[in-house]
């Protein structure tokens, strides 16, 4: 195969870490959701947590996005 | 089409003669957009600060509701997640969240994004990480190294435990300076792009005939670049949030590591 081909296949394919990112992100969303319709008291002070689960989650998807990057352009 | 990826190419725009330092070896000291830009969020933020505190009254005015607001905003977020002893760090929590945003700010209307460097959140992270490595040695001393020893595991279980939480641990200035540079540069990308096939669809419907059907999906283009505008300006706020509370979370396991 074209290294060239190989190269940017595998940048591809780096980047389908971001599926697992895309899961974990809408499920942090969705749970903060159902639990704020239950008891939408209780949901303003959740906001800092859900930003910081969405933060560290979302943290996993960028990695694999950088390494992307890095395959394609190094 | 245009390469997505020139914006962020570093040019000096003055070259300064090199220094050489006893350590770091030989200096390139060349003031480059990158510097340019981080000046200039510097100065917006001090600019801001100094007038919105100019005329301080009783009844505010509105700049001083909109510098009161981010100042109560932030204070709230370090002692709620701090505790009492979060006043301490508030100095430092404030000055990395303004910096930030205004980098992030910024990187919308310059043509360059300082905080799509990884050099410069690189910086930010190890910082942060050094500050909360020496607040924990010299507030809980050698107890500080509990962190990796969570309380309540029984020692069997330490084996597996202990290796974990160090590698967490040691990856935290990585997370912190990744996320904030993919973020940017993952935005700046996508909005490049989107706009490179306004352009490139808008020449293919020049050529007439058959062209004409790029009509349509340069209008789509243009508007997913207005949106992704839109998202961005949400993302450049949250991405500062962010860093600016898992700085808070990082101090926060310093200054209480002696008791958990």
Redesign the interface.
Known sequence: MDPAAAKYIGAGLATLGMIGAGIGVGTIFSGFLQGALRNPGAAGSQFTNLILGFALTEALGILSFVLGLLILFS | MADP?HQFQVQKIMDLPDFTLPVLGKVDWAITNATVAMAIAFGLVVLFFTVSTARVAVVPGRMQVVGESIFGFIDD?AV??IGHEGRKFFPYVFTLFTFILAMNMLGLFLVFGPTAQLAVTATLGLMTILLVIIVGLVKSGLSFFKLFMPSGVPWYLLILVTPIEIISFALRPF?LA??L???M??GHVAMKVFAGFVVSLGALAAGGGLGLLGIPGAALALGSVVALTALEFLVAF?QA??FA??AC?YLNDAVHAGHH
């Open positions: 990826m977020l709620s997640i997370t990744l996320r540079f993919g973020n540069l993952g949250l949030f962010v509370v898992l979370v």
